[in-house]
C-alpha cells in the first residue's frame, strides 16, 4: 500500500466522510487538493468534506472551482447527501445547470 498514493487517499476521504471522522476528511481532502490543483474531483469531495464540517461558505466557494476545472456529474451533485445544506443557495443552482452543460457539451463530443 502506498500511503501517498492519490488514489489511495482519494478512497480514503471517502472512508472517513462515510464513517464521520469528517475532520479526517477534511485534512486528506486538503491535501489532495494541494497535491493536484488541477484535479475537479479533489475539489468536490474537498467541497464535500467543508460542508460535513459545517463550513458551507468555503463549501460553496471549493466547488465552484470543481465546476469551473471541469466538474460534470449532475446527478451526483445533485443527489449529493452532503451537498444537502448547499441545496437552496441560488449559486448551488447554477453550478448545477454549469455543470449539466459542461456534461452535455462533452458527450456530444464523443459520437
Known sequence: LYPKSRRVLDGLV????AAGRHDDALRVAAELVQADPTNPRYHYNYACSL???GRREEAMQM???AVELGFDDFDYLTH???????RDCPEFREYQKRALV????RLKGVD
Open 63 to 65: 466547488l465552484q472551482k
Open 51 to 53: 460542508c460535513c464540517s
Open 102 to 105: 459542461q456534461r452535455s457539451q
Open 80 to 86: 449529493d447527501p452532503d451537498l444537502e445544506p448547499l
Open 14 to 17: 471517502t472512508t472517513y466522510a
